[in-house]
């Protein structure tokens, strides 16, 4: 089993009105749901945040800001909008600054990006043993989690490849992020053994089973991601793997 987070963006962008998509989703089963740090105010995040955790569910939210300064502002932000998940940034070192300054309670689960990320919307570059690299060194940094990986927006690796390779460095459970769109990819996640995987334009724009409803996609991706080869951890024990 592979964990769905079904992101409420598109174009590396939260989209208009998450409240309302976020209704439209509701008893469908979900257990995680994220958005961007671009997008929408803080205090609509703060909204959706509220309602997805009144209805259970874990809230990420996913830094991609192309500049250090507007990243370290949306690693602030994490803590007012109540998020259990922090992931994506290239700067982990000066974020697990500003999250144990704020530390005054539970902080969330930080999952940097490893690699070279660039653009916007963001794109992974280096060879896969970089990458690698990069992953062994940022889970080895005290507070941090796990990795956010771009495993799909890389412009020439395989994707699986990627992903098993960071799975085996990396000390910590593994989210592929970006540009999944096809359960075949799903399953190639899940074999390579990446903890999570994100979706959110690829829903928006109709292109998963169940179409055209949004809800009926979520449905039918969380059906495809609990029906693969292995089971996964759970976020309480995903950090236990070696």
Same mark, same amino acid.
């Given at each position: 089993?592979?964990?769905? @987070?079904?992101? #409420?963006?598109?174009?590396?962008?939260?989209?208009?009105? &998450?409240?309302?998509?976020?209704?439209?989703?509701?008893? /469908? $089963?979900? =257990?995680?749901?994220?958005?961007?740090?671009?997008?929408?105010?803080?205090?609509?995040?703060?909204?959706?945040?509220?309602?997805?955790?009144?209805?259970?569910?874990?809230? #990420?939210?996913? @830094?991609?800001?192309?500049?250090?300064?507007?990243?370290? =502002?949306?690693?602030?932000?994490?803590?007012?909008?109540?998020?259990?998940?922090?992931?994506?940034? +290239?700067?982990?070192? !000066?974020?697990?600054?500003?999250? !144990?300054?704020?530390?005054?309670?539970?902080? %969330?689960?930080? /999952?940097?990006?490893?690699?070279?990320?660039?653009?916007?919307?963001?794109?992974?570059? $280096?060879?896969?043993?970089?990458?690698?690299?990069?992953?062994?060194?940022?889970?080895?940094?005290?507070? @941090?989690?796990?990795?956010?990986?771009?495993?799909?927006?890389?412009?020439?690796? !395989?994707?699986?490849?990627? +992903?098993?390779?960071?799975?085996?460095?990396?000390?910590?459970?593994?989210?592929?992020?970006?540009?999944?769109?096809?359960?075949?990819?799903? *399953?190639? #996640?899940?074999?390579?053994?990446?903890?999570?995987? +994100?979706?959110?334009?690829?829903?928006?724009?109709? =292109? #998963? %089973?169940?179409? %055209? *409803?949004?809800?009926?996609?979520?449905?039918?991706?969380?059906?495809?991601?609990? $029906?693969? %080869?292995?089971?996964?951890?759970?976020?309480? +024990?995903?950090?236990?793997? &070696?």
């Amino acid at each position: 089993m592979i964990e769905f @987070v079904f992101m #409420l963006t598109h174009h590396d962008r939260t989209v208009d009105d &998450p409240i309302a998509v976020y209704e439209q989703i509701r008893g /469908c $089963g979900l =257990r995680y749901i994220g958005f961007k740090d671009i997008g929408v105010p803080v205090a609509e995040l703060k909204e959706v945040c509220a309602r997805a955790h009144g209805d259970g569910l874990e809230v #990420l939210l996913e @830094v991609v800001s192309t500049t250090r300064e507007e990243e370290l =502002r949306s690693v602030a932000a994490a803590a007012e909008i109540g998020v259990d998940w922090l992931l994506g940034g +290239t700067h982990p070192e !000066d974020g697990l600054e500003i999250l !144990d300054a704020g530390a005054d309670g539970e902080r %969330p689960r930080y /999952c940097p990006f490893p690699g070279t990320v660039v653009g916007h919307p963001s794109i992974l570059q $280096g060879e896969i043993d970089e990458i690698a690299d990069s992953a062994r060194r940022i889970t080895a940094l005290d507070g @941090v989690y796990g990795l956010d990986l771009l495993a799909y927006r890389h412009q020439s690796a !395989d994707a699986a490849e990627l +992903t098993r390779a960071v799975v085996q460095a990396a000390s910590g459970p593994v989210i592929a992020a970006g540009s999944v769109a096809s359960t075949a990819q799903i *399953s190639a #996640l899940d074999r390579a053994g990446a903890w999570g995987f +994100t979706i959110g334009g690829a829903i928006f724009e109709g =292109r #998963l %089973p169940g179409g %055209p *409803s949004i809800a009926g996609q979520v449905t039918e991706v969380l059906r495809a991601s609990s $029906g693969g %080869p292995g089971t996964v951890p759970r976020a309480d +024990t995903a950090a236990e793997q &070696p």
